[in-house]
């Protein structure tokens, strides 16, 4: 028997009209009707949320500085090599990291290609999302919850970007899924087999997927509490015991090392906000409250500063919904996850709430719980009333789809320094003749005689890609000046990328051009801004400095 308590009206379809009761089975109800419109409506989210994603993959962004940073790895190590710590200190999940390798050998390193599996996980997530609703949620709920996720920037951001967060949000709705399943049926075989496979498998693919394994953990407790069933403790316990070995394994072969490497990433100005100010507890209410209102909560839409106080607000109308229709063990399985993941946040082992990006494994839970408080806000101010207020509720989703979408197709693109920085390296690429040299001036390691990359960020991590997409077969990286010859046939393009962030070492660019002149003869020097016009003014500006040298005569 399902454990799936809907109020009373969903389940015998009864509605209340004047004072006229119509029964389920009449064809005159005008339930039916109504329940009818919804699936179309439902349906028709579905259609603006997937079209917003298409949008915005087809488009092609250019790479931005934190998915260079995955990005590069995709060039210099393979398999085996990723087990290593990551450069530019990352902590990306090892199955993620095997995925896109997988995929960059199979399909290329286009942008396209890279975000491919983030784009199926997004597309995955989004039907998964919708059917979980129906079989969760009351049909005017579910209209709602499905509306919110599917026009949630965050979501559709993460779910078109070479980094693992669509991962972590398929993830966990797959487990979420599975063990609301498996409560509802646990005389299913078929449901509890497919969670004890997915859940040690999970803890690979997505850092997160922890908590929300320990959150079913906690669901499937109070399913044997409630059941003293032989059969169910048996599941419990190979559940538990598959999870916690994997987890360990998981632990100390790939993420302890990984996360040893990238140990002053936490003492950052951006996570030290994340954890939570044990040794000030007088200050822990004030942040519980501005992390709860900041980007944690940002869906559909949200921000720092109490940007997100609406959605934290039907949240909490939600939970108090779902509490009060006695669907607790429903609640402690979509919020059992923020209960471990601030404990963790207290020991600083993970984040908590000031990115939506490390959270979107709680996507699932903010979106149904608001959709849930939505309507117990529309039934209380609207009465029999409501379902004008979903329609237009959904209305505005609808804009918000078409808004997005709108804007994305204008605007193409993060910052306009990443795509002047494709344009500029796809120009010279076009420019470069196939017997043609670069020579990279930054170097991508310690050297003497020119500037590190690796120590300059996002933006130097772009340059870099970029390079290695579009530069012609024949790319040297910072060789040693005396090293530097000229090709028998072609010309040699000298490549300085500065970033405006980090002071340029000038004079090593000034001994290095010295040699350079010297072997290859007097260049022809091209000067690119990657600044927009609208940026604030800065000390000095990113740019692409290219020294043309000629061909032999």
């Not at 995925?99 to 997004?122: D, H, I, Q």
């Not at 003293?228 to 360990?248: E, N, T």
Request: glycine share 6%.
């Amino acid at each position: 028997m399902l454990r799936n308590p809907l109020p009373e009206s969903e389940l015998r379809l009864i509605m209340v009209s004047g004072m006229q009761i119509y029964p389920a089975n009449s064809q005159e109800s005008p339930e039916k009707t109504h329940l009818r419109t919804i699936a179309h409506l439902t349906l028709g989210l579905l259609i603006l949320g997937f079209i917003w994603r298409l949008t915005r993959f087809v488009m092609g962004f250019p790479i931005w500085g934190d998915e260079a940073f995955i990005v590069t790895s995709f060039y210099t190590r393979d398999f085996a090599g990723l087990i290593d710590p990551l450069e530019y200190r990352q902590i990306a999940p090892l199955g993620f990291m095997w995925l896109e390798l997988a995929t960059s050998r199979l399909l290329g390193m286009s942008e396209w290609a890279l975000r491919t599996p983030a784009f199926v996980c997004g597309l995955f997530s989004l039907l998964l999302f919708w059917r979980f609703s129906r079989r969760s949620l009351d049909h005017y709920s579910a209209l709602l919850a499905v509306g919110i996720f599917a026009v949630s920037y965050y979501v559709v951001r993460h779910s078109v970007e070479v980094k693992p967060y669509a991962g972590d949000l398929a993830v966990s709705l797959v487990l979420i899924y599975l063990g609301w399943s498996v409560y509802c049926r646990s005389d299913s075989f078929t449901r509890w087999l497919a969670l004890i496979v997915a859940a040690p498998v999970a803890v690979w693919l997505s850092y997160p997927a922890v908590f929300v394994a320990g959150s079913v953990a906690m669901l499937l407790t109070v399913l044997l509490w409630q059941q003293r069933s032989r059969k169910v403790f048996i599941g419990c316990l190979i559940y538990l015991l598959l999870f916690a070995a994997s987890f360990a394994a998981m632990y100390f072969i790939y993420a302890r090392p990984h996360a040893q490497a990238a140990a002053g990433m936490f003492e950052g100005h951006t996570w030290r906000r994340s954890f939570p100010p044990m040794a000030e507890p007088w200050r822990l209410p004030w942040w519980f409250l501005k992390v709860h209102t900041g980007n944690l909560l940002a869906y559909p839409f949200g921000g720092k500063r109490g940007g997100s106080t609406l959605t934290f607000i039907l949240v909490i109308i939600g939970s108090v919904t779902l509490w009060r229709q006695r669907r607790r063990p429903f609640l402690l399985l979509l919020l059992g996850p923020l209960v471990l993941m601030l404990i963790a946040a207290g020991l600083r082992k993970y984040p908590y709430g000031t990115s939506a990006r490390v959270a979107q494994h709680m996507a699932p839970a903010f979106c149904l719980l608001a959709g849930v408080g939505l309507l117990t806000t529309l039934r209380f101010f609207l009465k029999d009333r409501f379902l004008r207020g979903c329609y237009i509720a959904t209305a505005v989703i609808a804009v918000i789809a078409v808004g997005g979408t709108v804007h994305d197709i204008l605007l193409p693109q993060k910052k306009f320094s990443d795509r002047a920085n494709r344009d500029v390296l796809r120009t010279l690429a076009d420019r470069t003749a196939p017997h043609d040299q670069w020579i990279i001036f930054n170097a991508t390691g310690s050297v003497p005689y020119a500037p590190d990359l690796s120590l300059w960020g996002g933006s130097a991590a772009r340059f870099r890609y970029y390079v290695h997409r579009l530069g012609p077969e024949n790319v040297y990286w910072s060789p040693p000046p005396r090293q530097i010859t000229r090709p028998d046939v072609g010309r040699t393009w000298l490549l300085v990328y500065r970033d405006n962030k980090s002071p340029f070492p000038q004079d090593l660019l000034d001994r290095y051009l010295k040699t350079a002149r010297r072997r290859l003869g007097k260049p022809q020097r091209h000067w690119f801004e990657l600044t927009s016009p609208k940026d604030p003014p800065r000390r000095q500006v990113e740019a692409i400095e290219v020294y043309e040298f000629p061909a032999r005569t």
